[in-house]
């Protein structure tokens, strides 16, 4: 199985990508009436996000989304609703999804940990959904209460000292 896109965090200034959801994503497109369908072998999940945390609360900045309304051929995607009250437009990463949005700014009230790693990887197992924490050099662990940042905690050294995923 291909590698699969990773959600990116930008955090203090510098993109991180996705490691893993502790508690469950901040942002589930069906919530917002989006039909996620697969856009390719490297995102089949058919969307992307970015969030940025901005003056310690966490939004959505971007999204890609291969958006499919009912049981169209995939020939006759439709343009997804707005979001955040901004309208999408054709995508510059086809492989992610047809539909992108930029500069959204939605505020998440999401409850929960986020893992997030910088590159390199240790190394690629491209069978993961996300790469595992473990495979980064640098892993810090994000946690939100309502779309709070309340804790950083930085993970790296004890992912590199331990032979546990579980950590």
């Not at 699969?4 to 901040?26: T, W, Y």
């Not at 996620?36 to 999940?45: K, L, N, Q, Y």
């Not at 510059?92 to 990887?121: A, K």
Request: aromatic share 8%; charged share 30%.
């Amino acid at each position: 199985m291909t590698l699969q896109k990773s959600d990116v965090v930008i955090f203090d200034g510098r993109n991180h990508l996705i490691a893993s959801f502790v508690d469950g994503e901040p942002f589930v497109p069906t919530d917002y009436d989006f039909r996620p369908v697969s856009s390719s072998t490297a995102c089949r999940r058919g969307y992307l996000c970015v969030y940025e945390v901005r003056d310690d609360l966490l939004v959505l900045d971007a999204f890609h989304v291969n958006h499919q309304e009912g049981r169209v051929p995939a020939s006759q995607l439709k343009r997804p609703p707005s979001l955040n009250g901004v309208e999408a437009r054709e995508s510059t990463m086809p492989d992610v999804g047809r539909w992108m949005f930029e500069r959204i700014g939605l505020r998440l009230r999401y409850t929960g940990r986020v893992r997030i790693g910088r590159e390199p990887y240790r190394e690629s197992h491209p069978e993961l959904r996300f790469p595992s924490p473990t495979k980064f050099v640098k892993v810090l662990e994000l946690t939100f209460e309502d779309g709070m940042l309340t804790a950083v905690q930085d993970l790296s050294k004890a992912l590199a000292d331990s032979d546990s995923h579980g950590i």
